[in-house]
């Protein structure tokens, strides 16, 4: 499967301000994704990243909020934004690459994750 | 849009005893059912997943079983081991590939 790097991998900021995380995978991929892992919890889709286009938002997630880029396909950002103590999560980028014929071509893969925490 | 749950929430067997976790969806159009480990600290790791043309599907002593008629697939362990304790994930995904995550379950696995 191809490997997938975040960075940070942890950062600890102040409300107000921003954090922008990268995802940079070793091999060109179609599909990236990002989703938010809340203390204790599943995860939850942010949006699809697409390339050389708008992110796609889930419900209840915006682009002001949660600005993302696709510049190539093998790079993607996320930036929170107006950073809030409800924001502290673990933020995973995952793509899409089969690795043969046990899994698919969807299969997805994550990210290490950044954990961020608000103050 | 999807919805997907997962049963149970916590689970603690024996080593060497099976382990059963049970998920539902909701969309009939789903046709994609991964199942997620997380070991505490780390990213979700991918070990098994399904699709809606098969019933069942074996990798040594995991398996999962998927019924489409009532929309419920499940996850098998068998002889568990102290590593297999994390927290399991199953998720469903139709159009799109956007995957939908089940609450996951705690297993432990005692000595």
């Known amino acids: ?119 | 849009g999807e919805n997907v749950e997962q049963h149970p929430s916590t689970l603690s067997v024996q080593e060497g005893d099976s382990a059963v976790i049970k998920c539902t969806y909701s969309d009939s159009a789903s046709n994609y059912f991964p199942w997620y480990k997380q070991e505490l600290g780390k990213r979700p790791q991918l070990i098994i997943d399904i699709r809606s043309n098969v019933g069942e599907k074996k990798d040594q002593r995991i398996a999962v079983t998927l019924n489409k008629t009532a929309k419920h697939f499940s996850l098998h362990i068998t002889e568990t081991q102290p590593e297999d304790s994390a927290v399991y994930f199953c998720a469903a995904a139709g159009g799109g590939n956007k995957l939908t995550f089940g609450t996951g379950t705690q297993l432990k696995v005692e000595l």
């Open chain 1, 1 to 119: 499967s191809a490997v997938i790097s975040q960075k940070p991998s942890r950062d600890i900021c102040q409300r107000g301000t921003s954090l922008t995380i990268q995802c940079q995978v070793d091999s060109q991929v179609t599909m990236m994704f990002w989703y938010r892992q809340q203390p204790g919890q599943s995860l939850t889709l942010i949006a699809t990243a697409n390339q050389g286009s708008e992110a796609t938002y889930e419900s209840g997630f915006v682009i002001d909020k949660f600005p993302i880029s696709r510049p190539n396909l093998t790079f993607s950002t996320l930036t929170v934004s107006n950073l809030s103590p409800e924001d502290s999560s673990i933020y995973l980028c995952s793509v899409e690459g089969g690795q043969g014929a046990f899994h698919g071509l969807d299969t997805q893969y994550f990210g290490p994750g950044t954990r961020l925490t608000v103050l």
